[in-house]
Structures are given as structure tokens and as C-alpha cells.
């Protein structure tokens, strides 16, 4: 299939260019979900499942997050902690632009 994109004005190319975007993501899903399937059959040679191996740990355990403790508290709502870790929670945004150091919300 051979499509002449010189002889194209800018409003073909462009829906051009967004059809084939959709294609791909649709032609992606697909491909996906051949693989899941696939992936499925071949564990279920050993009887076991994707979540059996999808951990990367021992069978039959799941692997849990450590949850780190937290190191700023909210001093206007004390219940809103934060370890340090991850996006900063709007709270600390704020306390921040309002001027505040964040020595200051250390517990």
C-alpha cells in the first residue's frame, strides 16, 4: 500500500497521522491480549496461574510494600502525615508558598 503523502495538504496528513495512532493502539491491545492469553497457557502447563508467577517471588507468597513512616505532619490537620517519599500532597504545596520551611512540619 503506497500513499503519495506529498500530494497530501496538512488537514489530510493530520487525519492520516490520527488514524494511524488509533490503529496502532488498537493493533497494541490486541497484541496484548494475545500475549496474556498465551502467557496463561503456557503456566497452565504447571498448574499454576499469571499471579503465581507474576510476582517474581516464592509461590503461594505475595510480596508486600514496606509502608515508610511518616516525617511531616499537617499542623493544621494533624491527621495529614506525609513520609518524605513520592509527590508532595498539596498541603505541603501550600504550606510551603505560604512561606513556611519544611523543617517547620517535621515531626
Do not use: C, H
Not at 503523502?5 to 488498537?26: F, G, I, P, Y
Amino acid at each position: 500500500m503506497d500513499i503519495d503523502l506529498t500530494s497530501m495538504n496538512s488537514a489530510e496528513l493530520e487525519k492520516l497521522q490520527k488514524d494511524v495512532e488509533k490503529a496502532l493502539k488498537s493493533v497494541r491491545t490486541r497484541e496484548i491480549e494475545a500475549a496474556r492469553k498465551a502467557a496463561e497457557k503456557a503456566v497452565a502447563e504447571f498448574g499454576l496461574t499469571l499471579a503465581d508467577v507474576a510476582g517474581g517471588g516464592k509461590p503461594g507468597k505475595s510480596r508486600s510494600k514496606s509502608v515508610a513512616a511518616a516525617k511531616y505532619r499537617n499542623p493544621k490537620a494533624p491527621e495529614q502525615v506525609w513520609s518524605g517519599r513520592g509527590r508532595r500532597p498539596d498541603w505541603i504545596k501550600a504550606a510551603l508558598d505560604s512561606g513556611a520551611d519544611l523543617d517547620d512540619l517535621m515531626i
